[in-house]
């Protein structure tokens, strides 16, 4: 039993494709989170993006990645290159003022109940971070309810450290993940 549960969730990690979206694909991000959301046991487990954000984050301040069954959007991650703007933490986590175009950041991940449990936050994290290396990025953070402990447990998996806990996003109670990232260690595409 064990082991045909073992095939099937493998089947199902297969049949996903992975791949960086574009500004068409911004409409089925927007629905995909507010239908993810709706049914999230609270509203402070995430902040919603709205459509300008999300199109400058598949044009010119970062790139999203989904994840695709069937043709259908099942999850997406946002890695966003904050620049010099004040939105950009790494201030608050000793980056200097010079090194803030070194900054990405493991923005928000929503995967659709049908396709939990399959390692695709953990993928995207590797994604991303792979992504941040090859564009020159020295540093990474994220922020996350300290509620959602999938998310914690993944961000730690992947050696980011917390670095506090405050409000954020309209007043949502956020830890603030980092991680340095070895300049000297760029990995190949995926």
Do not use: W
Request: net charge negative; hydrophobic share 40%; proline share 4%.
């Amino acid at each position: 039993m064990i082991e045909k549960q073992r095939r099937d969730r493998v089947k199902r990690v297969e049949e996903l494709h992975i791949r960086r979206l574009g500004a068409v694909d911004v409409p089925f991000v927007l629905a995909l989170m507010e239908e993810v959301i709706a049914r999230l046991p609270s509203q402070a487990l995430f902040a919603m993006d709205d459509e300008a954000y999300l199109l400058a984050h598949v044009e010119e301040r970062g790139e999203i990645f989904g994840a695709y069954r069937d043709g259908a959007l099942v999850a997406y991650s946002v890695l966003a290159y904050p620049g010099k703007c004040a939105g950009n933490l790494g201030p608050e986590f000793g980056v200097l003022e010079h090194e803030l175009d070194d900054v990405a950041v493991l923005d928000a991940t929503i995967v659709h109940e049908s396709a939990r449990g399959l390692g695709l936050q953990r993928r995207f994290h590797e994604l991303r971070e792979q992504r941040a290396r090859e564009r020159g990025c020295h540093y990474l953070y994220a922020t996350v309810h300290p509620d959602n402990v999938a998310s914690v447990r993944n961000l730690e998996a992947e050696g980011l450290t917390l670095q506090f806990t405050r409000p954020m996003y309209g007043d949502k109670l956020r830890h603030c993940y980092a991680k340095q990232l070895d300049p000297n260690m760029k990995k190949s595409a995926i």
